[in-house]
């Protein structure tokens, strides 16, 4: 595609129900990333993956966030028995990968949760 | 210490002007860096990014290293209101971990 598209856009869950957000990156580009930014907060990093591997996971808050990447493409971030804590804007990040001129990341629109 | 520190301003100049944005960073082997701008409720964008010590210039916007000095700018010529927006700085780690640090960003400003 175009750019990183990022779904849902908005989500609001009950607090101790499992949420799952999904990221589809830039067609070829095997490196993606999962951030989070709170209001008026700096980005947290949370994961990153080169292909279908996550080689640095310390970013994730808790286990009870978990996440994938299957073939290479799509990913999808879930949090299981969500807090209100949770509340935050969801970003994804794709790039090339780590070469020169390959490692700017492009950021997908966001997914904003709500835990009530 | 931060590892990446940016004044959170905000920054204000007049439309016109050029606005100077700064970042230090704390890791002496960190190789690359970005300036991200991002809107209010939007997602960063990427502006530029720099791996060599000096300037480089991409239109309006020129970005300077000094490694030395651990110390990264980017400068906005002729500011206009739609530069309006959080400036973003972020630092690739070295080695195996691969990932940006970033910094808070500073709030800009520019004045009609």
């Known amino acids: 595609g175009a750019g990183v598209s990022q779904s849902p856009s908005n989500k609001v869950t009950e607090k101790g129900k499992d949420v799952e957000l999904r990221c589809d990156p830039i067609s070829g580009h095997t490196a993606l990333y999962w951030y989070r930014q709170s209001l008026g907060q700096g980005l947290e990093f949370l994961i990153y993956f080169q292909g279908n591997s996550a080689p640095d996971k310390s970013g994730l808050p808790s286990d009870r966030f978990s996440a994938e990447r299957t073939g290479g493409s799509v990913s999808t971030l879930t949090i299981q028995r969500t807090q209100q804590e949770d509340s935050a804007v969801y970003l994804c990040a794709s790039s090339l990968g780590w070469g020169q001129g390959a490692r700017e990341q492009y950021f997908g629109p966001g997914t904003r949760l709500t835990v009530t | 210490q931060k590892e990446v520190e940016q004044n959170s301003g905000p920054l204000s100049v007049p439309e016109g002007a050029i606005a100077s944005l700064n970042c230090t960073y704390s890791?002496?082997?960190?190789?690359?860096f970005f300036w991200y701008r991002q809107y209010s409720g939007k997602s960063p964008e990427l502006i530029m990014f720099?791996?060599s010590n000096g300037d480089k210039e991409d239109g309006r916007f020129t970005a300077q290293l000094n490694k030395a000095s651990q110390y990264v700018s980017l400068l906005i010529r002729d500011s206009q209101p739609s530069d309006s927006a959080t400036y973003l700085c972020?630092?690739?780690?070295?080695?195996?971990?691969?990932?940006?640090?970033w910094g808070l960003g500073t709030s800009l400003a520019v004045n009609p």
């Open positions: 972020a630092v690739l780690n070295a080695g195996n971990n691969r990932k940006l640090i």
């Open positions: 890791d002496r082997g960190s190789q690359s």
């Open positions: 720099i791996d």
